[in-house]
């Protein structure tokens, strides 16, 4: 009991410690962020960068939205991430539930080349893309952007989703075709539910690399009503000189959806990454 009680000291004596470091180093930079975007450009280029604003200036919040149309560009990243969020999830578990479940020859060949696309940065492809996008005269357009997105987050959508279906018994489809069932009510009824927490993960993925996207959303619109925050935040930093006060104020607005997003699915966030993990 004497050692069991002294290794549980050392061991809250070592990762207390490092769990804190851990959640400064995470929580500092967003709480510096919110403070500079307190202050006004020459105060902040004047005075100390850890100190606190003279005069809390909110203003820049007012011209941030206003000069950088944020109006349109907050409900272009919901509009994108939600539509790319929903079609890959629906897409990438129905390919996965195919691949995992059904056999067939061509299931190990459709199925690599979707992992391949994994391998794909965005930089190897962007220029490709851009010349494809445009033959179609889908530059310019809403679609034109999300059917890059959606293709870009299945790869990643179905690995996971194959993974896991994999691990569900054959017997549960086997049982619901005797009873007469259709792939497609097995896939809605039995599969689905049950690959819930993977979901998550993929959800999880899916919504921050779409909302943070920056250069294909750049390079494939060029009219201001179809851009995103991302896009919209980096008018305000130019070659020669940076607007900061209206730039930090800027990147906390296009922030906050992050962050109300992991406060409200924080459980299924942490549920979903745990079970897809020990499951996968």
């Known amino acids: 009991m004497a050692d069991v009680r002294k290794r549980s000291f050392w061991v809250t004596l070592v990762v207390y410690p490092v769990m804190f470091l851990f959640t400064f180093f995470a929580v500092y930079p967003i709480l510096w962020l919110i403070i500079q975007s307190f202050k006004t450009t020459q105060e902040y280029v004047s005075s100390s960068k850890l100190a606190l604003p003279k005069v809390w200036f909110a203003g820049n919040y007012v011209y941030a939205w206003r000069q950088g149309n944020f109006g349109i560009l907050v409900f272009n990243s919901v509009f994108y991430t939600g539509v790319t969020v929903t079609v890959v999830i629906l897409l990438a578990f129905m390919a996965g539930f195919a691949f995992s479940k059904i056999k067939n020859r061509a299931t ?3 199925h690599g080349i979707y992992i391949i696309g994994i391998l794909l940065t965005l930089q190897s492809i962007m220029v490709p893309l851009f010349l494809l996008i445009n033959s179609v005269r889908l530059l310019n357009t809403r679609l034109g ?6 293709g870009i987050g299945l790869p990643m959508g179905v690995y996971l989703s194959t993974e896991y279906i994999r691990n569900i018994p054959d017997s549960l489809v086997e049982s619901a075709r005797i009873d007469g069932a259709k ?3 097995i896939f809605v009824s039995i599969i689905f539910p049950m690959a819930m927490p993977v979901a998550i993960t993929v959800a999880i993925l899916t919504f921050t690399g779409t909302w943070n996207e920056f250069m294909l959303i750049n390079i494939l619109t060029s009219r201001d009503s179809l851009k995103s925050i991302p896009v919209g935040i980096n008018k305000f930093s130019g070659a020669q000189s940076s ?5 930090f104020a800027a ?3 296009g922030l906050i959806p992050m962050v109300a997003f992991y406060l409200i699915f924080r459980k299924q966030i942490t549920k979903g990454v745990a079970a897809g993990a020990v499951k996968s």
């Open 108 to 110: 190990p060949v459709l």
């Open 145 to 150: 952007v999300l059917i890059p997105y959606i």
């Open 183 to 185: 792939y497609l009510r």
């Open 243 to 247: 607007d900061y006060g209206k730039q």
């Open 251 to 253: 990147l906390v607005i």
